[in-house]
């Protein structure tokens, strides 16, 4: 039986960061879905302590922005993703478990539902701007595939 990616340290900065730096090496990837430029918040609710709080931002084809951010900052950014860590666990397992977000795991279906996590903005320009680059957001989650599971790979060597 192979190991199972972990989910456990997707609330952190050492996470996003990995996201940011996978992005970055990867220009060919990100070229093709052109230049970025937008300001993203994550939240995650946590059960047992305050929620996780993350900026990132986007620029041209990188993440050049990897910032925790304290409770309220988040409405600074054009706009955010907020929901309880489990489902962003589920969504991030989908992820590494797929290669890529599947069906209603993918960050689209995810915030046109809005029941697990929620798309929010204190103008229409922010909502516009996460539709307009939804992809090249669904590329950068997706890369946490082969970050997740060279964690696997690492802690069973």
Known sequence: MSPTPSTANIDTIGFFDDLATAMNNDPARY??????????AVVMH???RDAFRVRLGFHGIQCQTVVEIDEGEEAAAE?????????WKAM???IATNGR???PWTLNALTLMGDRIRLEATDPMGWDKFHRFNQTLQDFVDASANILNR???NASS
């Open 92 to 94: 991030f397992a989908d």
């Open 151 to 153: 964690e696997v790979s």
């Open 79 to 87: 706009c955010w993703l907020e929901g309880d860590l489990e489902d």
């Open 31 to 40: 070229e093709l879905l052109g230049d970025i430029d937008l300001e993203l």
């Open 46 to 48: 946590r059960d047992d």
């Open 101 to 103: 977000a599947q069906g």
